[in-house]
C-alpha cells in the first residue's frame, strides 16, 4: 500500500481481554517497528523486525506483550491479560532497510482499556 | 546506556521568532539522528535526518539541525516560526533501531 496502515485506529477493551493489533507495512519494506507512546510520553520501543531474522523483542515491557510478522509483512501485536497501564496509542513503523532511511509511522491504534 | 535527552517538555514562541529545541544523546557511536514532528491527531512525520558528512542538515518546511559531535547534540532550529509549527517534536537516534526523546511540545503565540 501507498502508507503503513494499523487497525483498529480505536480499541476499547475490559480490563483482562487479549487484545490484537494489527500492522500492514509499506510493500517491500522489509523492517517493521512497533512503539507506545503513553498520554504526555515519548516513544517507548517495543519491538523490530528485521527481514527474516529473529525479532528484537528487548522493549517488550512484561511477558503479556507478543508479537508476530507473517510471511514478512503484516504484524500482529497482541496483549495477554490487558491492564489499565496498557492504556496508549500503539505505532507501527516500517523502513525499507532499517534506520538508516527514516521510518514511515502509521497512525497508531489508540488502545483504552477499561 | 543508549538514551535520548530532550530537555524542553514544553516551549511557547511568538509566530514569526526564532526557535531551537535542544536534543542531547548518550550512543556508544555516533548513531544516526532524525526530527520527527507530530501534529495534533497526526502521525509522526520526518522533518530531516543526519547520517555523516555535513553536520548543517536542511529539512522541510524550513527546519535545520546541527550535530555537534563534542556536545553529543543535535538540535532542531527555525528562523520563523509559523502557527502551523504548533506540534510535537520529537529527537530520534539509533543504528539498528531507533530510540526517541519525550518530546518537546511547541506552542506558537500569535
Known amino acids: 500500500g501507498a502508507g503503513v496502515s494499523q487497525s483498529p485506529s480505536n480499541k476499547v477493551t475490559e480490563k483482562g481481554k487479549d487484545v490484537e493489533l494489527r500492522c500492514d507495512p509499506i510493500?517491500?519494506?522489509?523492517?517493521l517497528y512497533w512503539y507506545r507512546q503513553s498520554l504526555g510520553q515519548g516513544l517507548e520501543f517495543l519491538i523490530y523486525?528485521?527481514?527474516?531474522?529473529?525479532?528484537?523483542k528487548s522493549g517488550l515491557p512484561s511477558d503479556r506483550f507478543s508479537a508476530e510478522r507473517t510471511g514478512g509483512s503484516v504484524s500482529t501485536l497482541t496483549i495477554q491479560r490487558t491492564q489499565q497501564e496498557d492504556s496508549a496509542v500503539y505505532l507501527c513503523?516500517?523502513?525499507?532497510?532499517?534506520?538508516?532511511?527514516?521510518?514511515?509511522f502509521g497512525s497508531g491504534t489508540r488502545l483504552t482499556v477499561v | 546506556a543508549q538514551s535520548v535527552t530532550q530537555p524542553d517538555i514544553h516551549i511557547t514562541v511568538s509566530e514569526g521568532a526564532s526557535l531551537e529545541l535542544r536534543c542531547n544523546y548518550s550512543?556508544?557511536?555516533?548513531?544516526?539522528l532524525f526530527w520527527y514532528v507530530q501534529s495534533p491527531g497526526q502521525g509522526l512525520q520526518l522533518l530531516l535526518k543526519?547520517?555523516?558528512?555535513?553536520?548543517l542538515v536542511q529539512g522541510i518546511k524550513g527546519f535545520e539541525a546541527e550535530f555537534k559531535r563534542s556536545q553529543s547534540s543535535f538540535n532542531l532550529r527555525k528562523p520563523s516560526v509559523h502557527w502551523s509549527d504548533a506540534a510535537e517534536y520529537f529527537c530520534?537516534?539509533?543504528?539498528?533501531?531507533?530510540?526517541f526523546g519525550a518530546g518537546t511540545r511547541l506552542t506558537v503565540k500569535p
Open positions: 513503523a516500517s523502513s525499507s532497510s532499517g534506520v538508516a532511511y527514516g521510518y514511515t
Open positions: 550512543y556508544g557511536a555516533t548513531p544516526y
Open positions: 530520534a537516534v539509533g543504528t539498528n533501531d531507533m530510540r
Open positions: 523486525f528485521q527481514g527474516n531474522s529473529a525479532p528484537d
Open positions: 510493500s517491500g519494506h522489509t523492517a
Open positions: 543526519y547520517f555523516s558528512g555535513d553536520t
